[in-house]
């Protein structure tokens, strides 16, 4: 080699100047201009329980958000006011999504991940998206704030959800067949129950759907139920929790409970008191919409 000293004087130089941006003080940035460091946040939200039991499933996702994501914060907000200002009463305060995100700002928070833990992307959905461009316009704010989509977003979403949810349904023996409670809602997104119940259908013909609130309604399965011979159903919740729906409208011992109105026409239903969140494949699934919702971000 001709030029030996040269090429080691090059490759010290070469050295040096990648090194130097790593030898520079972080606070040296943490001046006024925008190059302040970035601080990433993840914010779950979750509709919310009065049922204390059935915080396990919320903790459950938040474990494994926690476990998904090591290094990045992770807090908790409940969207639904009632349930906020009920459990306030019993002495638990929950913030609700806009006082995270201010929190997390005042606590210099520059880029927050936001994932709905919510079945279907209804009006709780679309609340979520409206807080979070309203954090991500305000000056001095968090800069950045990106919306994780909730179970049931796209038909993807759809069929990665049925065959999660069919993963942990009890063992069911002839005549047995597992009926679904989701809750409903007057928002078009109600449509949501009906493309997984024709996914879940592609796998299984003995799982059903139907909602509290909304169509298809207990009345309309029963009939079905009975013109397969069904006499005994297994009650899941397909909630993230299994609270005061579950326990109450779906398992409760009221005359028009799913457990009554299905005993009435000649059918046993059999209460499983687990929300999805408890159901780690499900789990799993929020976990994921989340993971892009931080991509999303830019990190
Ligand atoms: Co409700």
């Not at 990045?72 to 409940?78: E, F």
């Not at 679904?180 to 996914?199: C, E, I, S």
């Not at 993230?240 to 005359?255: C, F, R």
Request: glycine letters at 8%.
């Amino acid at each position: 080699m001709r030029f030996p000293a040269l090429s080691l004087i090059f490759r010290l130089v070469l050295l040096a100047a990648l090194a130097l941006p790593l030898a520079v003080p972080n606070t040296a940035q943490a001046g006024h201009g925008d190059k302040a460091p970035g601080k990433t946040g993840i914010l779950l939200v979750a509709f919310g329980t009065s049922v204390p039991e059935a915080t396990r499933a919320i903790d459950a996702i938040k474990k494994q958000a926690e476990d998904a994501f090591p290094g990045i914060p992770v807090r908790l907000a409940y969207s639904s006011k009632i349930i906020r200002d009920k459990i306030a009463g019993q002495g638990v305060a929950k913030s609700s999504p806009a006082q995270a995100l201010a929190d997390m700002a005042a606590e210099g928070f520059t880029q927050v991940a936001v994932q709905s833990l919510h079945t279907i992307p209804g009006s709780e959905y679309s609340d979520i998206t409206a807080t979070a461009e309203a954090f991500q316009a305000m000056p001095k704010g968090i800069k950045k704030v990106s919306v994780g989509r909730p179970l049931l977003y796209s038909f993807g979403d759809i069929a990665l959800a049925a065959e999660a949810v069919l993963k942990s349904l009890p063992a069911r023996k002839k005549g047995e067949a597992v009926l679904l409670m989701g809750h409903g809602t007057a928002h078009p997104a109600n449509a949501a129950y009906a493309a997984l119940q024709l996914a879940l259908w592609k796998h299984d013909k003995g799982v059903f759907i139907a909602t509290v609130e909304d169509t298809p309604g207990l009345d309309e399965v029963i009939p079905e139920l009975k013109r397969q011979g069904v006499r005994k159903v297994f009650l899941v919740p397909l909630m993230s929790v299994a609270g005061d729906h579950a326990m109450n409208d779906m398992a409760g011992p009221e005359d028009d409970s799913w457990a009554s109105r299905l005993k009435a026409a000649g059918i046993k239903g059999e209460p499983v008191l687990v929300g999805l969140g408890s159901r780690p494949a499900v789990a799993a699934l929020w976990i994921e919409h989340l993971r892009d919702a931080v991509k999303e971000l830019g990190r």
